[in-house]
T-cell receptor, first 114, second 111 residues
């Protein structure tokens, strides 16, 4: 497709379960970002990939969060042992190159941890 | 780490008014992003600029690198402009790092 694709669009899980969220960036975009937005809150940076460089993980809130990206393609964000405070919309964005290109956002994954 | 301040936090205006939203940051940057988040949650990138001024339709974005300040202007505002406007800058100015976001300006344009 032409845009950033995220799946699933909605995910309901039980506390303690692991979840995996997927992001398909726009083809050719070397930079990929994961963000989180809790209800009524602003955007919170989680992790950033730029090409084959080591990712910037400085925004990950705990070691339960991890993300991978294969080359310049799909990325997955994994949350282990989910907690209720993990409930949020998880947004992915990509750009042609880090900080030098417009950001294109996916429509997000709404995660609800019961 | 860059700190971003946006003002105002909330703005309600009448249709047709000229709107200005401000963004200040603490660390020199390579580029700044203006984003628009619609009431339904979708986020659209409006501008990415590193100097001067950019215009797209009724939207104008300016940046003053020396003063570490950017403004987003909307001319002839319309109710469909109602959204949250967010500025974002690189965490530490540029290079291989993430983005820091302002808290957003919640704009409501009344007919």
């Amino acid at each position: 497709g032409a845009g950033v694709s995220q799946s699933p669009s909605n995910k309901v899980t039980e506390k303690g379960k692991d979840v995996e969220l997927r992001c398909d960036p726009i083809s050719g975009h070397t930079a990929l970002y994961w963000y989180r937005q809790r209800l009524g809150q602003g955007l919170e940076f989680l992790i950033y990939f730029q090409g084959n460089s080591a990712p910037d993980k400085s925004g990950l809130p705990s070691d339960r969060f991890s993300a991978e990206r294969t080359g310049e393609s799909v990325s997955t964000l994994t949350i282990q042992r989910t907690q209720q405070e993990d409930s949020a919309v998880y947004l992915c964005a990509s750009s042609l190159s880090a900080h030098l290109g417009k950001l294109f956002f996916g429509s997000g994954t709404q995660l609800s941890v019961l | 780490k860059n700190e971003v301040e946006q003002s105002p936090q909330n703005l309600t205006a009448q249709e047709g008014e000229f709107i200005t939203i401000n963004c200040s940051y603490s660390v020199g940057i390579s580029a700044l992003h203006w984003l628009q988040q619609h009431p339904g949650g979708g986020i659209v990138s409006l501008f990415m600029l590193s100097s001067g001024k950019k215009k797209h339709g009724r939207l104008i974005a300016t940046i003053n690198i020396q003063e570490k300040h950017s403004s987003l202007h909307i001319t002839a505002s319309h109710p469909r402009d109602s959204a949250v406007y967010i500025c974002a800058v690189p965490d530490s100015g540029g290079g291989a790092d993430g983005l820091t976001f302002g808290k957003g300006t919640h704009l409501i344009i009344q007919p």
